[in-house]
């Protein structure tokens, strides 16, 4: 690639993710859905499940200030498995065909939808966590902890909208796009540790928990913000969440082939 086609892609890149963001400044309201849940999970289980903290091997935290990096988390992953229906739209109305005719990248295409979704979740996250400290939530691991927990969020939230993308370009359709979806966030996010100390989860799901991205992020962003973090293991699943995302970028580039060969 040339010294000039990667300022140019990147330019595209940032138009394309200009013009997404454009469309949610006069549609907020799609931002104000997407924290329903995430409120429901915080405020509500955070109050019902208060007691779970008083379990030995639970640690030496409440019940809310467990459970609030791993919401953050979660609302990341959720919010970004509907990150294809954008694609789809543009397939139904003709646009996805003009644009792949265009000068514009591939790449580009997939960067700047990967870089809206990483700021949607940057303001969801924020807005989570400071639901969080509002509700009664502390933590002694600074900015820096806070930074570590967004990093972690928003790496998250690209690998699933990259997974999402290529989904949509593949089976072209929205109900196929919100099955797959449905079938996956859930499990892995119970499949974790977003809810439930490891101490506390059977041994197969703890098993399983050591080769899932959400219990990566959950962990990382947790371990983060306590008083004295376990730095190398926090920069160790952090790396693990830094590669899958970009194999999962370089499938959703990919995916626009299959696409391609398809219409």
Known sequence: MSTTTVPVALRHAGHLTGRSLRILRREPVYLAFTLIQPMVWLLLFGQLFQRVADLPGFGDTSYLEY????????TAMMSAGWAGTGFIDDMQR????????SPVSRGALITGALAYQAVVTVVQSLIVFGVGLLAGARYDGGVAGVLVVLLCATLLAV????????VALTLR??????????????P???????????????????????YNPVDWAARASRDALLGDPDWPAVF???AMLIALTLVMAWLA???FRAYQRSV
């Open 67 to 74: 459970l609030t990096p791993g919401v953050v988390v979660m």
């Open 94 to 101: 003709g646009v996805m065909d003009r644009t792949l005719t």
């Open 159 to 166: 690998i699933f909208a990259a997974l999402s993308c290529a």
């Open 173 to 186: 359709s929205q109900e196929s796009l919100i099955g797959v979806s449905q079938f996956l966030t859930l």
């Open 188 to 210: 892995l996010a119970f499949l974790s540790t977003v809810m439930m100390a490891p101490a506390l989860l059977p041994g197969w799901v703890g098993t399983v928990a050591r």
């Open 236 to 238: 160790g699943r952090a």
């Open 253 to 255: 580039t990919r995916a």
